[in-house]
């Protein structure tokens, strides 16, 4: 993560910390994705983590009620994300439903309960 200094408002700096979190928990001997395992194989399988880690990182704002934050970077993700997403049908759901596991790892590993969670 860059130094806290180096982001525009506290909000990017967590919101971008939940994305790379995101990543993290993907990773072997924690929920061991795919994607994350082949990342560097292909521009659609680096796509697909990218996708997921994002739309985690919505959920873990979301989760803690923090406000949506752009990212510098969405508008270079986004067109590899129209080319995984226009070419799978299925490739937004399983997105979701790694991500929604990654954000459900991070909040139990920091201890957030469900009932403390945002509504």
């Known amino acids: 993560m860059p130094r806290f200094e ?3 408002s506290g909000n990017a700096f967590y919101a971008t910390l939940a994305h790379e979190a995101s ?3 993907g990773s072997t001997g924690r929920l061991d994705r795919d994607t994350l395992r082949q990342y560097g194989t292909s521009t ?3 796509a697909k983590e990218e996708l997921c880690a994002e739309i985690s990182a919505a959920f873990l704002c979301a989760a803690l ?9 969405h508008a270079a ?3 590899s994300w129209l080319t995984v997403l226009r070419g799978e049908k299925r490739a937004i759901f399983q997105a979701a439903t790694a991500a929604q596991a990654a954000s459900d790892f991070i909040l139990a590993a920091a201890g957030v309960a469900p009932e403390q969670q945002a509504a």
Do not use: I, K, Q, V
Request: glycine residues 4%.
């Open 23 to 25: 990543h993290s928990a």
């Open 77 to 79: 993700y986004l067109a």
């Open 44 to 46: 659609a399988m680096r």
């Open 65 to 73: 009620g923090m406000a949506p934050t752009e990212r510098e970077d």
């Open 6 to 8: 180096s982001f525009t």
